[in-house]
């Protein structure tokens, strides 16, 4: 499993990215193997959105901000982007998040767009999928040390073979581990592979 | 391995009283109805239903961590899993597509005592157009308020119970990770 850093080419951007984005609903044709098309109701996926470094070399510093999508280098030589929703979700270009009322949808047709994110979901292996998971959910974690919801501590200690290190996904998005860093505003530091605040 | 199997077993026992990091797991077991049916093909199952809301066992701040939907699917009706697409949804109606029996943080940082719901749909034509999964969640869950450790199984009833073949996946698991400080999954 290769994982590399933001610097290289981000070859989905070249092929999703829209230009002259508008709060527009934008109406797409998402799925070859379906005729309809579907309305988005002004929400873009993140295959459409333009991608943000989410380090900032000069600095050695992440922001991430709700609503806006950001590389978070490769997994398997295949690049990885991620953005937040303003609720606190999230999704990648490997994972669609799908909005959905089980109670109406009973015995409906699969939308388009619900049979491309399926599409998509699947064209990744089921280890491509784990590898992002674990990049996505030590990024959560870092995320709510700097927000304050789990302690510095309480990140340390959590380890799984589930969540990526903090050194590989720092490594991953691009920061410099040898020195300082803030990742929203919060100062870090990583010694011996453990996270301080600064 | 009988005495291995009774060792590990005492270790979880032992070791997680003192765990600091809440690391706790929650089976949800079977949704309601534990069999969902779907009847053709591209269109939206059934939908089945773990409704935390109201459950004890669970602290109201605890937050998901790890989310795992495991499912069968039926054979005989023609399914398979690579044609078979599930969806597991929050109760305000969003989620994602799952592999069964995997580990995902999805649903990180959101509260667990809500109202779950899983549907599928298959690509392929079924036999009498008709299938189905049996579907059981579990979460991995912490709650910092309480900064709690163990683990907690329940069964679908809600009734608080310890499963045992849980626990001694739970414990090989422990054995071979930092058990100190960290619970590894049930996989």
Same mark, same amino acid.
């Given at each position: 499993?290769?994982?590399?850093?933001?610097?290289?080419?981000?070859? !989905?951007?070249?092929?999703?990215q829209?230009?002259?984005?508008?709060?527009?609903?934008?109406?797409?044709?998402?799925?070859?193997?379906?005729?309809?098309?579907?309305?988005? @109701?002004?929400r873009?996926?993140?295959?459409?959105?333009?991608?943000?470094?989410?380090?900032?070399?000069?600095?050695?510093?992440?922001?991430?901000?709700?609503?806006?999508?950001?590389?978070?280098?490769?997994?398997?030589?295949?690049?990885?982007?991620?953005?937040?929703? *303003?609720? =606190?979700?999230?999704?990648?270009?490997?994972s669609?998040?799908?909005?959905?009322?089980?109670?109406?949808?009973?015995?409906?047709?699969?939308?388009?767009?619900?049979?491309?994110a399926?599409?998509?979901?699947?064209?990744?292996?089921?280890?491509?999928?784990?590898?992002?998971?674990?990049?996505? =959910?030590?990024?959560?974690?870092?995320?709510?040390?700097?927000?304050?919801?789990? /302690?510095?501590?309480?990140?340390?200690?959590?380890?799984?073979?589930?969540v990526?290190?903090?050194q590989?996904?720092?490594?991953?998005?691009?920061?410099?581990?040898?020195?300082?860093?803030?990742?929203?505003?919060?100062d870090? @530091?990583?010694?011996?592979?453990?996270?301080?605040?600064? | 391995?009988?005495?291995?199997? !009774?060792?590990?077993?005492?270790?979880?026992?032992?070791?997680?009283?003192?765990?600091?990091?809440?690391?706790?797991?929650?089976?949800?077991?079977?949704?309601?109805?534990?069999?969902?049916?779907?009847?053709?093909?591209?269109?939206? @199952?059934?939908? =089945?239903?773990?409704?935390?809301?109201?459950?004890?066992?669970?602290?109201?701040t605890?937050?998901?961590?790890?989310?795992?939907?495991?499912?069968?699917?039926?054979?005989?009706?023609? !399914?398979?899993?690579?044609?078979?697409?599930?969806?597991?949804?929050n /109760?305000?109606?969003?989620?994602?597509y799952?592999e069964s029996?995997? #580990?995902?943080?999805?649903?990180?940082?959101?509260?667990?005592?809500?109202? #779950?719901?899983?549907?599928? #749909?298959?690509?392929?034509?079924?036999?009498?157009?008709?299938?189905?999964?049996q579907?059981?969640?579990?979460?991995?869950?912490?709650?910092?308020?309480?900064?709690?450790? =163990?683990?907690?199984?329940?069964?679908?009833?809600?009734?608080?119970?310890?499963?045992?073949?849980?626990?001694?996946?739970?414990?090989? *698991?422990?054995?071979? /990770?930092?058990?100190?400080?960290?619970?590894?999954?049930?996989?």
């Amino acid at each position: 499993m290769n994982i590399q850093g933001p610097g290289n080419h981000d070859s !989905m951007t070249k092929v999703f990215q829209k230009k002259n984005i508008s709060n527009e609903p934008v109406k797409t044709s998402f799925f070859n193997g379906k005729k309809d098309e579907v309305t988005l @109701s002004a929400r873009y996926t993140i295959l459409e959105m333009a991608t943000e470094p989410v380090v900032n070399q000069s600095t050695n510093s992440i922001t991430i901000e709700p609503d806006k999508a950001y590389s978070l280098g490769e997994v398997n030589g295949k690049p990885l982007r991620f953005r937040l929703f *303003q609720d =606190g979700g999230f999704e990648t270009n490997f994972s669609l998040r799908l909005s959905h009322d089980p109670e109406t949808s009973v015995g409906k047709p699969v939308t388009a767009y619900e049979a491309n994110a399926a599409k998509i979901f699947d064209s990744y292996s089921a280890e491509e999928h784990r590898q992002e998971n674990r990049l996505m =959910g030590r990024l959560m974690h870092l995320l709510q040390v700097a927000d304050g919801k789990i /302690s510095v501590e309480q990140f340390n200690e959590y380890k799984s073979a589930h969540v990526a290190s903090t050194q590989e996904l720092l490594v991953a998005m691009g920061i410099d581990i040898n020195r300082t860093f803030a990742i929203n505003g919060v100062d870090f @530091s990583l010694e011996n592979g453990h996270l301080k605040r600064q | 391995m009988k005495k291995v199997f !009774m060792l590990l077993l005492l270790l979880t026992i032992i070791i997680f009283p003192a765990t600091t990091f809440a690391s706790t797991y929650f089976d949800a077991g079977a949704s309601d109805p534990s069999t969902i049916w779907v009847y053709g093909t591209e269109t939206w @199952s059934q939908a =089945g239903y773990w409704d935390l809301t109201t459950d004890t066992q669970i602290p109201d701040t605890a937050v998901v961590d790890m989310v795992n939907e495991g499912y069968n699917i039926c054979y005989n009706c023609g !399914m398979n899993y690579t044609d078979t697409h599930v969806g597991l949804f929050n /109760s305000a109606g969003q989620g994602y597509y799952v592999e069964s029996s995997w #580990w995902y943080i999805i649903f990180v940082g959101e509260k667990v005592k809500q109202k #779950w719901s899983t549907q599928f #749909w298959v690509e392929n034509q079924l036999v009498g157009s008709r299938g189905y999964i049996q579907p059981v969640l579990s979460f991995r869950w912490v709650d910092s308020t309480t900064g709690t450790a =163990g683990v907690t199984t329940l069964n679908a009833d809600g009734t608080a119970k310890t499963e045992t073949i849980k626990i001694k996946e739970s414990a090989e *698991q422990v054995n071979s /990770s930092d058990a100190g400080s960290y619970q590894e999954p049930i996989n």
